[in-house]
């Protein structure tokens, strides 16, 4: 039934139309087939005209008469019959198509987002994208469902009617369609400005929608301040602007509708006129002026929607491009790569003068690339955008042994995080080398990488679904209830859990419960454990535990019989000092490393950040005491 | 961009007439519309039937007998009419339109204005993505019944007796057999319609699943591929889009099916008028003129019948959206000033809570026998832990609810016999996450009293330490702020609330510290503010800060709704409490933050 076969890539043209068309592949046959369908519907009802013809002109004046009638009876039932046949296949071929089309691109575009680079989704917004696969997705299915079949149905009925009239007479046939051009012009003028109006309308629907979010949303600030009656005034203003222009809406269909009417009314009026004194001066019988006068009807009235439907078609092929423009971005090749061992890896992490950058902005989305650098400075992380387009590691080499811990230490953009995005090659690195068990990290195909490394991220993220699909989100088999329990309670979060009405099938997000940012922290942290990687990397992953919490963690993961080598990115001493390696990071570069008695004995930043962390706690003490022995108000700052 | 996924009610129920009766008293309040577009569109309709009667005319008194001037005569009355039928098309869409517009625009403003009236605990249970559908979906559907769908109704209705009325009048024995078509034509059409709006129920529901399948997979893009879940991921996308194309697909082929379906009822009389009529034409009971008008009117019946077939199957979700918002429209508030309730220019003086106890659930007590008296000019800073009671006080304080039991004292007087004007306006309030609205900056500040000049909002700005940093923005105290305008920080935001509370010159400050980091230089800036403002008047502070903390006069503990330690730092200090450990944390906390263990660091720079 799908052709799923088909990689939409390959089918994004320049050219919008060609593009659409190149879309339709493996519907192109049954879309056809629609619009053959609607020929047929259409012939069929002009058929009927003709037989009317016959019944009035021959029938009527026949001996046989009531011999003939039922076979007439009849032939008006099958012809129509034939008609409905034909509209229903043609409506359902093409919805057979558009529907088709739209869950393919749905499809298409799902699996595509989720595997396009971590650059690309840096990049853009989603809100954006989300604009693009819904509502662009849709203007595209429309434009299969009616836009195009509409006005194929429009002009094959002109046609068939013009052609059944010109055979009945040609010279009636000319004298119908004047003033067809006109009603075209001013069709295709006025659903022009009907559109700009729509959308006027619209974007002042959304004020209006914006001004009540606001109000509803900022309802302690009108209740605090008694603002009520400001706010109606408020209200009514951007209320009464979208009701004017509701009402210049209307006035352009009220404008459109009976000018349109005149003009082809008159043409009818007229036409009739025609035919009328033709069949008087019988130069035309009287069941081809009555077929005549029916036809017409079919030639003049549709050809004002024309305007509408081709107004539209524009708006179709404005949202294709935005979809080509996502769609013709490269995808993450996940399973490149030769390398997948045995036995799994063993954990031994070699860098060896790694420079790192940020890639250049997306390739061939002219509005993208306008975008982007207004776009980066609404990205959450300014230090991307500090380092976008220049290095933001310099010259890093350092040896991890298999069941290692190596701690990261330094300042918020120094470099740690996009060191540890390198290892399950989010981001691909500029030069140097990066070996895991020796053999270097581009001939392991990232699947893999990303099945023997877990890593949990500095913002926890959680998907609206239960706890335990969270906790076993990422693990493509089977776990037990006891596998679930026992992440949990290593990451320190099963008793909370147990504290939700639902336990484990609690919903987050939401619709259900909502997490504190430190419970959010360990369930991801449960997840990640659940998954057993090879490699752990822990990026600020506690920052929102509360202390104690942390040391539970610590120690259920130091008691976990596995040895895996870990990556920990933190910033208080206490996390990283049992480390066996310490990278202290500034700029980019690793500036001091080795172990927590080692770094301590030699001057630099990391005995400055114990020493200062030491010095904390003399000043809480004397504070302690100067506040005991004070009362009353104390002086604020300074002191 | 946020992606509520609010799920619409089934409407299966029975049409409740009277939020029928409800709805259409919206469109009488402006009857001369209504009226207007009656009278337009019947005559439409009449003059529709009519020109087919004026066919048959055209051709037994004109062609048939070969009157030319007959046949100019009634062509002339043709055209004529059809001039006039445009008039009144102008006027029916100016009529329908205006009058959905104008009761849209009435609904939309009275539910705006009714919901300012309505208690904090109506928003706290009622999501704002719900009242956000009342306000654009729901009326959206009320206006469209009143007008366009009325406006088809009595379009269909007259359009069909009308014809009726024609055929009738040129042969009753063939228009009784039309006439018996009529119910089985009507029935379908209605079945018909009521499966397809189901479908498309359907769609509507599984489209906003997948907007919110994208956008939770985009946004948690990094997670899912660290995880290796695409495959898994795309199988339920696809699930999803499978029901997606099942319902869209039956949706349109119904509709494809349902126009032949009528087309192939109105053949059957059709092929009755040729059999019949035929009969007829022998024995002069019908001419050539009343056969074609005949055909005419028949095949034309389908589409008043599609229309109001249309407009009966949507009639239920209208009448339910009606309900909806005529529900919220009845809601009453429940704070209201007492019948005798007296206004007051300041509310200073003391404050008592006496014997207080406070719940939003029942059997979930929030606040239990709570009582403390506050004196004039005093400042109280609130800590404890999230849920403990501290924004239930100041909710309370501001009369945004009421005790349970027990009362609330401002100056000795209980203040539920104050109008809540009164105490509204003399409390000046910054929340933890500031709202600002759409607007510039100046009209942000000047939201706390409305009259002050722009000298006075920048004086109210210089004291709450906004003005330096107002004036680096680009358009100064003209840059717009809030929803399309600059990002400003939670700090700044928070600055710029303290300009308009201190503009509001209240006789109660509260305020609810940020608890996000403040970069150190906006921090001593706020705390400025803040001091400006707790000079003299009675305060109360959410504190996150031991600098706020260390300045008030008294500070409060809280646990599980009751005061747990309650004294000055000093006196909390030695009893090491609860307050002890909280402040050795905080402590440490900000002490590093302050010395930047790190370096490289400097206040106000994000990098």
């Not at chain 2, 919206?26 to 009667?53: C, H, N, Q, R």
């Not at chain 2, 956008?215 to 899912?224: C, F, P, Q």
């Amino acid at each position: 039934m799908e052709k799923q076969t088909i990689d939409l890539k390959e089918t994004i043209r320049p050219n919008r139309l060609a593009g659409l068309w190149q879309l339709m592949g493996g519907f192109r046959a049954i879309y056809l087939t629609a619009i053959a369908a609607v020929a047929l519907a259409t012939l069929a009802r002009t058929s009927i005209y003709y037989l009317i013809r016959y019944f009035v002109d021959d029938a009527l004046q026949s001996d046989r008469l009531l011999q003939i009638l039922p076979w007439l009876a009849l032939s008006f039932i099958g012809l129509a019959t034939g008609q409905g046949l034909f509209t229903y296949l043609s409506g359902r071929w093409a919805a057979f198509t558009a529907e088709g089309l739209a869950k393919r691109l749905r499809d298409y575009l799902y699996d595509h987002l989720q595997r396009l680079t971590f650059t690309y989704h840096d990049q853009t917004q989603t809100g954006e994208l989300i604009q693009r696969v819904t509502s662009d997705v849709d203007a595209i299915r429309l434009f299969f469902a009616e836009q195009a079949i509409g006005i194929g149905q429009i002009v094959l009925m002109f046609l068939i009617n013009f052609i059944g009239i010109w055979l009945l007479s040609p010279y009636l046939a000319w004298m119908s369609v004047i003033v067809i051009p006109f009603v075209l012009i001013i069709s295709l003028f006025f659903f022009k400005r009907i559109g700009t109006a729509y959308e006027r309308f619209q974007e002042q629907e959304a004020v209006v929608s914006n001004r009540f979010q606001e109000n509803v949303s900022g309802v302690r600030v009108v209740k605090a301040f008694a603002r009520q009656d400001f706010e109606m005034g408020r209200f009514e203003g951007a209320n009464h602007k979208l009701y004017r222009r509701g009402i210049y809406f209307a006035f352009m269909h009220g404008t459109f509708w009976p000018i349109t009417d005149i003009i082809l009314g008159g043409q009818m009026v007229f036409g009739f006129y025609i035919g009328a004194m033709m069949a008087i001066r019988g130069e035309i019988t009287i069941g081809t002026y009555l077929a005549y006068a029916q036809m017409v009807q079919l030639i003049i009235w549709p050809i004002r929607n024309l305007g509408r439907l081709i107004t539209q078609m524009s708006t179709a092929s404005v949202s294709y491009s935005r979809v080509a423009d996502i769609i013709r971005q490269d995808r993450e090749p996940l399973n490149q790569g030769s390398t997948i061992p045995a036995g799994g890896i063993a954990g031994e992490v070699r860098f060896d003068g790694v420079h790192f950058a940020y890639e250049a902005p997306l390739k061939g989305d002219a509005v993208e690339q306008a975008n982007t650098v207004g776009r980066l400075a609404r990205f959450r992380d300014d230090h991307l955008l500090a380092a976008y387009g220049l290095p933001v590691l310099h010259d890093i080499s350092f040896t991890v042994e298999p069941g290692q811990t190596v701690a990261l230490l330094g300042s918020t953009g120094s470099g740690k995080t996009s060191l540890v995005h390198l290892l399950p090659r989010f981001y691909e690195f500029d030069r140097g080398r990066i070996t895991i068990d020796g053999v270097d990290l581009r001939e392991y195909p990232r699947a893999y990488l990303r099945q023997q490394i877990g890593i949990v991220m500095q913002e926890p993220f959680l998907f609206s679904r239960t706890i335990r699909d969270n906790i076993t989100y990422g693990v493509g088999r089977k776990v037990s209830e006891e596998e679930v329990v026992a992440a949990a309670r290593a990451a320190a979060i099963h008793d909370v859990i147990l504290s939700f009405p639902d336990g484990y099938d609690t919903i987050v997000g939401e619709r259900g419960v909502t997490l504190s940012g430190g419970q959010k922290q360990r369930v991801t942290l449960a997840r990640t454990l659940l998954k057993n990687p090879q490699i752990l990397i822990l990026d600020d992953a506690t920052s929102s535990v509360d202390t104690e919490t942390e040391a539970q963690i610590r120690e259920a993961l130091q008691k976990q019989n596995r040895r895996r080598t870990t990556f920990i990115i933190a910033h208080r001493i206490q996390t990283v000092m049992t480390a066996d390696l310490i990278l202290v990071m500034d700029k980019g570069r690793i500036v001091q490393r080795g172990t927590h008695e080692g770094l301590l004995a030699q001057p630099g930043i990391y005995r400055r950040i114990y020493e200062l962390q030491a010095r904390i706690e003399d000043e809480l003490q004397a504070d302690l005491a100067a506040s005991e022995v004070s009362s009353g108000r104390l002086p604020v700052r300074g002191d | 961009m946020t992606h509520h996924v609010f799920e619409e009610e089934e409407f299966e129920g029975r049409l409740n007439r009277r939020t029928m009766w409800r709805v259409a008293q919206e469109g009488f309040k402006f009857w001369p519309l209504m009226a207007g577009f009656l009278v337009s569109i019947s005559l439409v309709s009449v003059l529709d039937s009519y020109f087919t009667f004026l066919s048959k005319r055209l051709i037994d008194e004109g062609i048939g007998v070969g009157d030319v001037e007959a046949a100019g005569r009634i062509l002339l009355q043709y055209g004529l009419l059809i001039a006039f039928q445009a008039v009144l098309v102008f006027s029916f869409i100016m009529c329908a339109g205006v009058l959905g517009d104008r009761v849209k625009y009435e609904l939309r403003k009275r539910l705006f204005n009714h919901l300012q009236a309505l208690s904090f605990s109506y928003y706290d249970r009622t999501p704002l993505g719900w009242l956000m559908s009342r306000m654009t979906s729901d009326i959206q559907r009320v206006g469209e019944l009143v007008s366009w769908g009325f406006l088809d109704i009595v379009w269909g209705s007259t359009n069909i007796l009308s014809a009726l009325a024609f055929m009738a009048f040129i042969n009753w024995k063939l228009a009784l057999i039309i006439l018996a078509l009529m119910p089985v034509l009507i029935t379908v059409a209605i079945t018909f319609q009521k499966r397809i709006l189901t479908e498309y129920r359907t769609v509507r529901r599984t489209n906003s699943k997948i907007t919110g399948a994208y956008s939770e997979s985009i946004t948690g893009v990094r997670v899912v591929k660290s995880l290796r879940r695409e495959e898994k991921n795309l199988g339920e996308f696809q699930d999803l889009t499978g029901v997606m194309y099942e319902s869209s697909f039956r949706a349109a082929w119904l509709s494809a099916l349902f126009l032949p379906t009528v087309q192939l009822l109105t053949a059957i009389g059709v092929a009755a008028t040729v059999w019949v009529g035929g009969i007829q034409f022998q024995v002069g009971g019908i001419s050539y003129g009343g056969i074609y008008a005949f055909v005419s009117y028949v095949t034309f019946m389908l589409w008043p019948v599609q229309e109001m077939a249309r407009v009966f199957a949507s009639m239920q979700q209208a009448v339910a959206s009606a309900e909806r918002i005529f529900s919220t429209l009845d809601t009453d508030p429940e704070i209201v000033d007492r019948p005798h309730a007296v206004a007051v220019d300041h509310i200073r003086g003391d404050i008592e809570f006496d014997h207080v106890d406070f719940y939003y659930e029942e059997n979930k007590p929030v606040l239990r026998d709570f009582n403390l008296t506050v004196r004039e000019g005093e400042t109280i800073a609130l800590v404890g832990p999230t849920g403990a009671g501290k924004s239930t006080i100041v909710n309370l304080l501001c009369r945004f609810y009421e005790p349970r039991r027990g009362q609330i004292r401002l100056n000795g007087t209980d203040y539920t016999g104050l109008i809540m004007h009164s105490i509204h306006s003399r409390i000046g309030m910054v929340l933890q996450t500031p709202h600002l609205f759409s607007g510039n900056v100046l009209e942000n500040i000047r939201y706390g009293r409305l009259g002050a000049t722009d000298e006075e909002v920048v004086e109210a700005a210089k004291l709450a330490g906004a003005h330096e940093f107002i004036i680096t923005l680009e358009d100064g105290y003209e840059t717009e702020v809030g929803e399309g305008g600059v990002m400003l920080s939670v700090g700044q935001k928070q600055l710029l609330s303290l300009a308009r509370a201190i503009l509001a010159q209240p006789d109660i400050f509260i305020m609810d510290e940020a608890t996000s980091s403040v970069d150190t230089l906006t921090e001593a800036l706020i705390q400025k503010g803040m001091e400006a403002l707790m000079a003299d008047r009675t305060s109360f502070v959410i504190a996150h800060r031991l600098s706020t903390i260390k300045r008030a006069d008294r500070i409060i503990v809280l646990k599980d709704g009751q005061i747990d330690e309650i004294g000055t730092h000093a006196e909390l200090i030695r009893r090491r409490g609860h307050y002890y450990n909280l402040y050795t944390r905080q402590f440490r906390d900000e002490k590093e933050v302050e010395y930047d263990l790190f370096g490289g660091r400097t206040a106000g720079q994000s990098i």
